[in-house]
């Protein structure tokens, strides 16, 4: 996709998305101050989180979450911003809806291009950025539901399902984690940095993004200790389950011991007690189902059963 721009009085917002080399061209010929190291950065799968400082601009590498519907979990999107006075650029592979919303309704809508761009290039880097952050909430959102409905399943039956469910709901969290832990750094940073293109009360702003990263990260923590509370309970149930399923068949394979020495004993070819009986089946088969009745007798006296 070709690079797109949008201009409000002196400010200009460049987004690219999935930059091929020519768009690297193009955004160095631009802005000839942009580092070359920043550029190549641009062009890499995944960089780790960061803030460079150069004399007329700042180059930051931000994660937010992208669900993946396919793995079941979601992966960290990469959104890259270069930020002056008088402009903003952002690169990201265009799946993230924040910014490809804001973008689209900032080209129909002129209020909502002046309202992001009338403030330089600083601040609408910030609506940006508190876009992007807010935007976690509502997928934290999903994943407190998704919590719940798994404690409401934990003592179904269908014990293999929920067990399938809380490990790829524990996986999503995991890296959740990962992700909103990592950008807190670069908001601390952001509210504290001294750079000639900020100005002073954006330490706020920039706090408040802190602050919000502080609250997803909290979120994020406290279903991380639920859902291993789950994953014991869990462990707890299969364990409690495997040993009923044991006790009835040790108390089956007892039951069978006695049973299957008369047979033998009465299998042998040797003269024994009702040998010669007509009615010595029956009369076995009555003292077999009684030695069965007195075993279960006393496994239920002794609360066995």
């Known amino acids: 996709m070709p690079t797109q721009t949008l201009q409000h009085s002196s400010t200009t917002w460049l987004d690219i998305v999935a930059p091929s080399a020519a768009d690297v061209a193009a955004l160095q010929a631009r802005f000839p101050q942009f580092h070359p190291l920043n550029l190549e950065d641009i062009r890499s799968r ?12 700042l180059f930051l590498v931000m994660h937010f979450p992208q669900w993946d519907s396919q793995g079941e979990v979601s992966r960290a999107s990469e959104v890259d911003f270069f930020v002056g006075r008088d402009f903003v650029v952002t690169v990201h592979n265009g799946t993230l809806k924040p910014l490809m919303t ?3 309704r900032c080209q129909s809508d002129d209020e909502a291009r002046a309202e992001l761009l009338s403030r330089g290039g600083t601040f609408a880097f910030y609506t940006l950025l508190d876009q992007l952050v807010d935007y976690i909430f509502p ?4 994943v407190d539901r998704r919590v719940a409905a798994i404690g409401d399943a934990l003592f179904e039956s269908n014990a293999k399902r929920t067990i399938r469910e809380l490990a790829l709901l524990r996986r999503d969290i995991i890296s959740l984690r990962r992700i909103i832990r990592a950008q807190i750094p670069i908001a ?7 750079h000639p293109i900020l100005h002073e009360d954006m330490a706020d702003y920039f706090g408040d993004v802190a602050d919000h990263l502080f609250k997803l990260r909290d979120i994020a923590d406290e279903n991380f200790e639920v859902i291993n509370s789950f994953a014991e309970a869990a462990d707890t149930l299969a364990s409690y389950r495997i040993n009923e399923v044991m006790r009835i068949l040790t108390v089956i394979s007892v039951i069978m011991l006695p049973l299957t ?5 009465y299998g042998m070819n040797i003269d024994l007690p009702l040998a010669d009986d007509p009615n010595a089946f029956m009369l076995t088969a009555v003292i077999m189902i ?3 009745l007195l075993m279960l007798l006393i496994f239920r006296l002794r609360h066995w059963l």
């Open 290 to 292: 009684l030695v069965a």
């Open 261 to 265: 020495l008369i047979s033998s004993i």
């Open 188 to 194: 601390q940073q952001l509210e504290s940095v001294q």
């Open 139 to 142: 997928i934290m959102g999903k």
């Open 46 to 57: 995944i960089e780790r989180p960061k803030l460079d400082q150069d004399d007329d601009y």
């Open 102 to 104: 804001t973008f689209q």
